[in-house]
């Protein structure tokens, strides 16, 4: 009797195996576009860096007015400190001076507003909450994927 089921475990485990080597062997509709891969992250970057700066205008703009000071006690940081971050990060990512780093950064302060963007509705009303989500998803993936083409940091 066992005999006959380590039998039945080894016909499992080569029915799993013929079916994952015949699975992972789909081919891509567009090869020609893999070879640009290495320019995917210059444009993640650049599109991150563009939000950022636009996010920055809109809190400085917005401290300025000073009517909306209620609406700024429910951002998790002070919006004038953020601001200024935001427009550091975006000039760090531009021509991605320690992007990993910075990505990071980026990742959490967005991650921060997302998680409070119920309490920030009424600050920004310009976006959905699940803009800052994936904003710091755009984030994380530069952290993984490095700066790209067209960048002045090297890998070591």
Known sequence: MVAVHSRGRKARSAAFFWYTQH???VLSLFPEL???AFVAPLVLRLALSLFLLAE???LLRKRRERAHAEDAAALPYPPRWGGI???ALALLLLPALFTQAAAFIAALLLGALWRSSALRARFA?????LVYLFAAIMALSLVVLGPGAVAIDMPL
């Open 34 to 36: 893999l070879s640009y």
């Open 125 to 129: 009303a310009r976006h959905e909450p």
């Open 56 to 58: 920055a205008r809109h």
């Open 85 to 87: 971050l935001e427009i």
């Open 23 to 25: 699975i992972m062997a």
